[in-house]
């Protein structure tokens, strides 16, 4: 089979094609992403530039060889490499910063000229960037890895001289000391002793599924048995479940149900409050409005529609049952969290085979690449935290800063989010679908970088 693989950077984008491996095994063949064992053809385009340079296996690894050696002489001795007059591709430097990668036939003898494209700085960093990305995916030319040889201690010398380099250190000092005496007149801050019996909160499971501060109920209505409020009078009675992995679990798919099912625009200005109660399996067995205002906007919410009706009727059997707070807000916001505004920290359980983990960071990279059609209007880099389940779907995402929340709009996370993929029933059960953490970063040149949440593989 053919396998095609593109690695693209603003400047630059290379594509190479070739033939996966005949003899994987029959859990290699249930991967989404075949193995690129043997190289057909390699092809490397520069943005702005007509000619593209394309060639087999031996381009390839010319073209590897070439751009490395360069690149760690430029940036390391402020040099050029001597290169092997038998190389057929080729760097040198030009005034004004710019940098001529030649292209020559490989065949001797011949006497046409040779293939010149000038690079910017910036281009010839992308060029190594999309080098990089394909000597590091492990599913294209495994047997392929670029030798990097270390630099000497003469090579390493620092030649900035000393007064330079502690320049720095003297300014610091001394501003330092200048803000020590002008606020020397200032006056001590009182230490605030820290408040008794405060609630703990634990980490959100998505940036969409927000906590309100939990406020007492108000003097609670007559029930109504077309919203199921008798079962919610039930919870008194009823066992309520305990299970942390159990409660976040529900919690997750009462969050998606109802924000799929939500598809009125809001006509109410005011939030609507309702204390819905859901047993084991994810089914919302009753619910009631926490005040006149949400009785009369009833119509406007999913809550009658999904509610839970036993076909010989009458009330479901209720064993256990969790109470939640669901809001619908005027700007079309849902958010979903523990009736008694408390929560309890969950286990989620994490993937943690190593083969696995290495095919979702290439499967989640590529899909994040093909949604990202914007150009990049933010000046630094923005991290999120993505949580992934085994069959590549993002159900959890968290931005990392202030910066990352207000761009969260530009980036391609919102349209590859699937927050039920992250539950399934079994055994009439709610549970919570293993997950790998990543740390995901989009850089303002339109490149992202991916890798374990925790640094380790």
């Known amino acids: 089979m053919v396998v095609r693989r593109k690695y693209s950077l603003p400047g630059c984008t290379l594509v190479v094609e070739g033939l996966d491996d005949p003899n994987r095994d029959s859990q290699s063949q249930q991967s989404t992403r075949s193995r690129l064992c043997v190289l057909v053809s390699a092809e490397c385009h520069v943005l702005g530039k007509p000619d593209a340079l394309a060639g087999g296996l031996d381009f390839l690894d010319e073209l590897v060889a070439a751009t490395s050696d ?67 995916d492990r599913l294209t030319l495994p047997d392929r890895q670029l030798n990097l040889l270390p630099r000497n201690r003469r090579q390493a010398k620092n030649e900035e001289p000393v007064s330079q380099r502690a320049a720095p250190l003297a300014l610091g000092v001394s501003s330092l000391l200048v803000a020590a005496i002008a606020l020397s007149p200032l006056p001590v801050p009182e230490v605030e002793q820290p408040r008794e019996n405060v609630i703990e909160e634990t980490e959100e499971l998505s940036e969409a599924i927000a906590t309100p501060t939990a406020n007492d109920s108000p003097p609670e209505p007559s029930p109504n048995p077309q919203t199921g409020e008798s079962q919610v009078e039930l919870a008194d009675t009823v066992t309520p479940i305990q299970d942390p992995d159990l409660l976040a679990a529900l919690r997750y798919k009462l969050y998606h149900e109802i924000d799929e099912a939500w598809t009125t625009v809001p006509t109410f200005e005011d939030d609507l409050v309702y204390r819905v109660s859901v047993g084991e399996d994810g089914a919302i067995l009753g619910y009631r409005p926490d005040s006149d205002r949400a009785r009369e906007f009833d119509d406007e919410t999913p809550l009658s529609n999904l509610l839970y009706l036993p076909v010989e009727g009458g009330t479901a059997d209720v064993e256990s049952l969790a109470e939640y707070k669901v809001v619908f807000r005027s700007n079309g916001v849902l958010q979903v969290s523990p009736w008694d505004g408390s929560s309890r920290p969950s286990r989620t359980p994490r993937i943690t085979d190593v083969a696995t983990i290495d095919q979702l960071i290439f499967e989640v990279r590529d899909a994040l690449y093909d949604q990202w059609e914007e150009t990049p209007v933010f000046d630094r880099n923005l991290d999120y935290r993505l949580a992934v389940t085994e069959a590549g779907e993002i159900t959890q995402y968290e931005p990392l800063s202030d910066v990352a929340s207000v761009y969260f709009g530009e980036l391609p996370i919102e349209p590859l989010y699937n927050p039920a993929a992250g539950v399934e029933i079994q055994d009439d059960r709610v549970t919570l679908v293993p997950v790998a953490e990543f740390r995901v970063v989009f850089t303002p040149r339109g490149t992202i970088q991916i890798g374990p949440w925790d640094g380790r593989r």
């Open 70 to 136: 360069y690149t760690q002489s430029f940036l390391g001795m402020g040099k050029v490499a001597v290169q092997s007059p038998h190389s057929w591709i080729t760097l040198t430097p030009l005034e004004g910063g710019l940098h001529r990668l030649n292209l020559r036939s490989p065949q001797n003898g011949t006497t046409s000229e040779p293939l010149q494209i000038d690079l910017t700085t910036l281009q010839l960093f992308d060029l190594v960037d999309v080098v990089d990305q394909l000597l590091s």
